[in-house]
């Protein structure tokens, strides 16, 4: 499965650590939801098609990110931040049993959440064998 390995290629970036006011203990990048505890920014991802379709050459999986901050500014910086870092190359992202080969922003969408929160969902398609 490829999102372990994207969890820790963003976990381990430096800008957007700072963006979301990450540390050690917590990275802020959190699977399916995030916890009731989980102070904002934060950005929440899930897949589309676990383990990715393997009907033609290479593999894909659709994942979301669903950025949630109380600023809309600030949400649309980390937007741009997590896009720049997601714009792949062949071999950016380590994993022990895939080879990645690149990552395409495909769209996604602002809305607003229960608690009036912003928040903006963005997917990405990724090819990997």
């Known amino acids: 499965m490829i999102l372990e390995a994207v969890y820790s290629y963003l976990a381990g970036n430096e800008s957007l650590a700072l963006a979301l006011g990450a540390d050690s203990k917590d990275s ?43 600023e809309f ?12 870092i997601l714009d792949l190359n062949c071999g950016e992202i380590a994993s022990s049993e895939h080879k990645i080969y690149y990552c395409k922003k495909i769209g996604g969408s602002d809305f607003m959440d229960e608690l009036g929160r912003h928040c903006r969902a963005v997917n990405f398609i990724f090819k990997f064998k």
């Not at 920014?41 to 593999?59: C, H, K, M, Q, W």
């Not at 500014?73 to 720049?84: D, M, N, V």
């Open 28 to 70: 802020k990048i959190y699977p399916n939801y995030a916890a009731i505890t989980s102070r904002v920014p934060y950005i929440v991802y899930r897949s589309a098609n676990p383990g990715g379709s393997y009907d033609e050459v290479l593999s894909e999986e659709q994942v979301t990110f669903v950025i949630t901050s109380d």
């Open 73 to 84: 500014c600030q949400t649309a910086r980390i937007s741009e931040i997590l896009t720049s």
